[in-house]
């Protein structure tokens, strides 16, 4: 264990996606007046973790590693996928999600028969992944002001 905390790439992306996790609890207090501390490892919700993390990652490898490496290159692509499907095919499978409970809502209403509801909340808005991004970009810039060098 102690090897993998003298990784300063792991402990930003997992520091990362810890400090989304644990915000997504107060926000989503404030919002709807809830307290659920599922939401830490739950996908969806503000901040995006997934965002976090990799992005977190991404400029971690560039400050501990460096801008002129194909290991940075390929965190930089790594994170524009993660980014995009947590706004985009994640974010519509979740609206999918939401329709199709809403076609088994009406034709199962007053029938004995009982559905399990599909998860709706499995992607980001735009403004969720952005939240992520800053999470971890603040991360990592943290990480490498404090790291031993």
Known sequence: MSEIL????LVTAFGAMLIAGLLKVPIQY????????SLIFDTGGMPSSHSALITG????IG????????????AV?????????????RRQAGIHAQRINMILAEVFSGHPISETQLKEV???????????VFTGLATALIVWLIWPK
């Open 6 to 9: 003298s990784i300063p790439i």
């Open 122 to 132: 499995l992607g980001h808005t735009p403004f969720e992944v952005m939240a992520g």
């Open 30 to 37: 404030f919002i709807k007046k809830k307290l659920d501390w």
């Open 63 to 74: 400050l501990f590693v460096g801008f002129d490496t194909p290991i940075f290159a390929l």
């Open 57 to 60: 990652a991404a400029l971690s």
């Open 77 to 89: 692509a790594l994170a524009t996928i993660v980014t995009y499907d947590a706004a985009g095919v």
